[in-house]
C-alpha cells in the first residue's frame, strides 16, 4: 500500500496522561536517578583510589628516604667504629733471635777434625767411581758418628716405627711434626710416618781457649 494512503487520525493520540503512562514514567526517573548515583559512587571511589594512592607513594618515598639516611648512618658509625680499632690493635712484631755463629763454627771444625767432612763435601766426586766414593765415606760416616755421639745427645721424636700409620691430634706440636700431602680440614690427621725425626736433648760441646779463633775450621798443614 502505498505511503500516500496512509492517514493519521488524531483522535487516536491520547491527550491525557493514564496511570500505565505514569508508571513508566516514575519509573524512568527513578533508573535515572539511580544510575545518577550510582555513576557518583564509582566516581568518588576512583577519586578515593587515586588519592590513597598518591598517599602511599608520598609516604613510601619518605620511608625508602628515612630508610637511606638510617643506612648511611649505620655505615658512617660502622666506619669509624673500624678506623678507631685499627688505631687500637697494634701490629704485632715478630722478633727474630740472631743465631750467635761462633757454636756452629766449632761444630764444623770438629767434623773436618774426626771425619774429614769438610774435605768429603768440597771434593768434586763425579771422577771417583761408586767403590772409591763408598770407601770415602765410610770414613767420614766412622769420624761424624763419633763426634755427634761424643758431644751430642739425640734420640728420635716419635717413637713408632717408620711406615706405620700415626694419628695427629688437635693441639699438635706443629714444630716438631712436619704435615705434608693433601692437608683437607683440621686435626686430627691420620697419616703415614715417613720419618722420626730427631731432638737434641743434650749437647756438650768443648769450651773455647783464649784466643782461639773459630773460623780456621781446619789449619793448613805443611810438613817439614
Same mark, same amino acid.
Given at each position: 500500500?502505498?505511503?500516500?494512503?496512509?492517514?493519521?487520525?488524531?483522535?487516536?493520540?491520547?491527550?491525557?496522561?493514564?496511570?500505565?503512562?505514569?508508571t513508566?514514567?516514575?519509573?524512568?526517573?527513578?533508573?535515572?536517578?539511580?544510575?545518577?548515583?550510582?555513576?557518583?559512587?564509582?566516581?568518588?571511589?576512583?577519586?578515593?583510589?587515586?588519592?590513597?594512592?598518591? +598517599?602511599?607513594?608520598? #609516604?613510601?618515598?619518605?620511608?625508602? *628516604? @628515612?630508610?637511606?639516611?638510617? !643506612? /648511611?648512618?649505620?655505615? =658512617?658509625?660502622?666506619?669509624?667504629?673500624?678506623?678507631?680499632?685499627?688505631?687500637?690493635?697494634?701490629?704485632?712484631?715478630?722478633?727474630?733471635?740472631?743465631?750467635?755463629?761462633?757454636?756452629?763454627?766449632?761444630?764444623?771444625?770438629?767434623?773436618?777434625?774426626?771425619?774429614?767432612?769438610?774435605?768429603? +763435601?768440597?771434593?768434586? #766426586?763425579?771422577k771417583?767411581?761408586? *767403590? @772409591?766414593?763408598?770407601?770415602? !765415606? /765410610?770414613?767420614?760416616? =766412622?769420624?761424624?758418628?763419633?763426634?755427634?755421639?761424643?758431644?751430642?745427645?739425640?734420640?728420635?721424636?716419635?717413637?713408632?716405627?717408620?711406615?706405620?700409620?700415626?694419628?695427629?691430634?688437635?693441639?699438635?706440636?706443629?714444630?716438631?711434626?712436619?704435615?705434608?700431602?693433601?692437608i683437607?680440614?683440621?686435626?686430627?690427621?691420620?697419616?703415614?710416618?715417613?720419618?722420626?725425626?730427631?731432638?737434641v736433648?743434650?749437647?756438650?760441646?768443648?769450651?773455647?781457649?783464649?784466643?782461639?779463633?773459630?773460623?780456621?775450621?781446619?789449619?793448613?798443614?805443611?810438613?817439614?
Open positions: 500500500m502505498p505511503i500516500k494512503d496512509i492517514t493519521l487520525d488524531p483522535n487516536l493520540i491520547p491527550t491525557t496522561l493514564d496511570a500505565f503512562h505514569i513508566l514514567l516514575v519509573l524512568l526517573v527513578i533508573l535515572s536517578l539511580s544510575l545518577l548515583f550510582v555513576l557518583t559512587l564509582v566516581v568518588l571511589s576512583l577519586l578515593r583510589r587515586d588519592k590513597q594512592r598518591v +598517599v602511599h607513594q608520598s #609516604v613510601a618515598a619518605s620511608d625508602i *628516604a @628515612e630508610l637511606d639516611e638510617v !643506612a /648511611r648512618s649505620l655505615a =658512617e658509625a660502622e666506619k669509624v667504629k673500624v678506623k678507631k680499632e685499627a688505631k687500637q690493635v697494634k701490629p704485632s712484631v715478630t722478633k727474630l733471635t740472631d743465631a750467635k755463629p761462633d757454636a756452629a763454627l766449632q761444630l764444623l771444625g770438629l767434623l773436618q777434625q774426626e771425619g774429614r767432612f769438610l774435605d768429603f +763435601v768440597s771434593e768434586d #766426586v763425579s771417583y767411581s761408586d *767403590a @772409591e766414593i763408598g770407601a770415602a !765415606a /765410610r770414613v767420614v760416616h =766412622e769420624g761424624c758418628a763419633k763426634l755427634i755421639k761424643q758431644h751430642f745427645n739425640v734420640e728420635p721424636i716419635r717413637s713408632e716405627k717408620e711406615n706405620s700409620r700415626v694419628t695427629l691430634q688437635k693441639g699438635f706440636n706443629a714444630s716438631e711434626n712436619r704435615v705434608t700431602g693433601n683437607v680440614g683440621s686435626p686430627p690427621f691420620s697419616g703415614t710416618l715417613l720419618h722420626r725425626g730427631w731432638r736433648v743434650k749437647v756438650d760441646l768443648p769450651r773455647l781457649a783464649p784466643g782461639h779463633d773459630v773460623q780456621v775450621l781446619a789449619p793448613a798443614e805443611i810438613e817439614l
